[in-house]
């Protein structure tokens, strides 16, 4: 059962000032609290063999090779716009009823709150598997039972970029540019209080949408 958030003890730092806890406990059953983490690894281990055998299965249907890759970048493009408008629209809205507001920090408003909590930068499997399947089935009412594979494919793997880009802004140091600029990206999104910067893994879609927010955010994000 949902019961808001119970946090953990707040430490102290040795001049006696609080520390705030990085985690809390959302639900009161351990069962459902435990499946509401993940490891960062846990996605790549159950999708990364699924993409895989649909990737021998495509092979199988003889899509041939160039058209079998346009379809994965199709897929793969697919990916930063679903991730867009699923973070955007989604995972930050927050109706005015009780319960929206309990769905909303359930499926984000936790992570706003503890950006730190290295439980909970991926998605949980009970989570991603039912989103993937709608997802599956979705792309093959649209291009049939051949072509869906490689299409999916290319939308997996960019969950995969998605989820592995966003435990790292999190939890590594950045070194390279390309690591340092998407963090710093990112991080707008976070600490700035701008409604703005809403692509994890790829800015395309905030560039169009005209979504980047002001200028002066770089310099505080």
């Known amino acids: 059962m ?7 003890a707040a430490t102290s730092t ?14 009161e059953t351990p069962l459902i609290e435990r499946f509401s983490r993940s490891h960062p690894l846990l996605p790549f281990v159950f999708w990364l063999p699924a993409i895989a055998y649909l990737g021998v299965r495509a092979a199988q249907n ?7 890759l346009g379809l994965v970048f199709a897929g793969l493009f697919v990916w930063t716009f679903a991730e ?6 989604l995972f930050h809205y927050v109706g005015p009823r009780p319960w929206q507001r309990r769905v909303h920090f359930i499926l984000h408003g936790v992570h706003h709150d503890f950006p730190q909590d290295t ?4 998605f949980p499997l009970g989570a991603s ?3 993937g399947a709608g997802f599956y089935l979705l792309f093959r009412a649209l291009v049939g039972p051949v072509l869906v594979d490689p299409v999916f494919m290319g939308f997996g793997l960019g969950y995969l970029a998605y989820d592995g880009t966003h435990y790292a802004v999190h939890h590594w140091r950045m070194t390279s540019r390309w690591g340092k600029w998407i963090k710093r990206h990112h991080m707008v999104h976070h600490h700035t209080g701008e409604e703005a910067r809403w692509g994890v893994s790829s800015p395309l879609w905030d560039y169009v949408f005209g979504t980047m927010g002001s200028p002066k955010a770089d310099k505080t994000g």
């Open 129 to 131: 598997i039912p989103m």
């Open 62 to 68: 003889d899509i041939g090779p160039l058209a079998g």
């Open 14 to 27: 040795p001049h006696g000032s609080a520390v705030r806890p990085s985690t809390c406990r959302m639900f």
């Open 84 to 89: 867009y408008i699923l973070h955007r629209y």
């Open 2 to 8: 949902y019961q808001g958030c119970e946090m953990t």
């Open 119 to 122: 439980d909970r930068l991926v």
